[in-house]
């Protein structure tokens, strides 16, 4: 019920991009991200629905056709199997939820 993050270990997935898992239910899991500048999570898409919040630096990203530079403070909403893609702005620190719960990461490595 409860996360403390300091006791969950960030996994290095390269290329300036740290994560965490901060938990899941059964319908939705939340993930913590750290990105140095200039990291990419390339272009991808997932079955899952993703709400995300910046909460420091900021994200050149692309929804379907739709771009945008985001900055601290602000959210994204991403469909279900829309494709998208982030490029991090300065030293960036997000929150994604998914759901329904997302099995894998942008490397391709899964959470099961």
């Known amino acids: 019920m409860y996360v403390f993050h300091k006791d ?3 996994e290095d ?3 300036g991009v740290l994560f965490q898992f901060l938990g899941a239910s059964k319908n939705l ?3 913590h991200w750290n990105m140095d500048d200039g990291a990419v999570v390339v272009l991808h898409s997932h079955p899952s629905e993703q709400f995300g919040y910046c909460i420091k630096g900021g994200f050149d990203m692309t929804i379907g056709d739709d771009h945008a530079i985001l900055k601290a403070g602000d959210a994204y909403f991403i469909p279900a199997n829309v494709p998208h893609t982030f490029t991090a702005l300065g030293e960036t620190e997000a929150i994604d939820v998914f759901s329904p719960v997302k099995k894998d990461l ?3 490595k899964s959470l099961e």
Do not use: A, E, H, Q
């Open 29 to 31: 899991d939340v993930f």
């Open 13 to 15: 997935l390269g290329k």
């Open 106 to 108: 942008p490397n391709g």
């Open 8 to 10: 969950i270990p960030k």
